[in-house]
Antibody
Framework: EVQLLDSGGGLVQPGGSLRLSCAAS????????MTWVRQAPGKGLEWVSS????????YYADSVKGRFTISRDNSKNTLYLQMNSLRAEDTATYYC?????????????WGQGTRVTVSS | DIQMTQSPSTLSASVGDRVTITCRAS??????LAWYQQKPGKAPKLLIY???RLESGVPSRFSGSGSGTEFTLTISSLQPDDFATYFC?????????FGPGTKVDIK
């Protein structure tokens, strides 16, 4: 059974940093493209970033480019999102997800989400 | 960037109704469109990808159609479990834009 467990969220001040983690199990993590999607409170979905299985290809939304870094440790079956220079508008629930084969953005398995609040 | 719109934003319907949601892209995305269902407090669930391909395990009452810039999600006979918010998402370009969502609630 595919399982994705998001963690690392919390309250952080504007300008601060946070690292999200996503522990994966039940599938071949090292060959799977992974993605992060976020959802601000009461709002719609926003794709954030995606990474290929070998970390050779990464994509970022314009809203986070230069501030967020996606990475993975295939030996630990874990996906990460390093978030720097956080802004109030980054407040959201962040979901990690596994994408369908051959896609960087279509997610067929999702974590439960981890909430990030950026506030002073 | 490709912008996605959905209509209606809210839809009131009854169990057994046929429901259609429309998604439009600001430029052609071929058939690179997916549909998700999301319930309050839960992660989204993939329903359809490549405009009309049903994800494994999704009931056959869900169907998708369209290409280019206009797409539809149809629920042939609305069930109690289907009251939720539905999002479309384009993946023609790597900026994987979502639509704003359509909430289906009980009439």
């Amino acid at each position: 059974e595919v399982q994705l467990l998001d963690s690392g969220g919390g309250l952080v001040q504007p300008g601060g940093s946070l690292r999200l983690s996503c522990a994966a199990s039940g599938f071949s993590f090292s060959t799977s493209t992974m993605t992060w999607v976020r959802q601000a409170p009461g709002k719609g979905l926003e794709w954030v970033s995606s990474i290929s299985g070998n970390s050779g290809t990464t994509y970022y939304a314009d809203s986070v480019k230069g501030r967020f870094t996606i990475s993975r440790d295939n030996s630990k079956n874990t996906l990460y999102l390093q978030m720097n220079s956080l802004r109030a508008e980054d407040t959201a629930t962040y979901y990690c997800a596994k994408t369908i084969s051959g896609s960087y953005g279509i997610a067929n398995y999702w974590g439960q989400g981890t909430r990030v609040t950026v506030s002073s | 960037d490709i912008q996605m719109t959905q209509s209606p934003s809210t839809l009131s319907a009854s169990v057994g109704d046929r429901v259609t949601i429309t998604c439009r892209a600001s430029q052609s995305i071929s058939r690179w469109l997916a549909w998700y269902q999301q319930k309050p407090g839960k992660a989204p669930k993939l329903l359809i990808y490549e405009a009309s391909r049903l994800e494994s395990g999704v009931p056959s009452r869900f169907s998708g159609s369209g290409s280019g810039t206009e797409f539809t999600l149809t629920i042939s006979s609305l069930q109690p479990d289907d009251f939720a918010t539905y999002f479309c998402q384009q993946y023609n370009t790597y900026l994987f834009t979502f639509g704003p969502g359509t909430k289906v609630d009980i009439k």
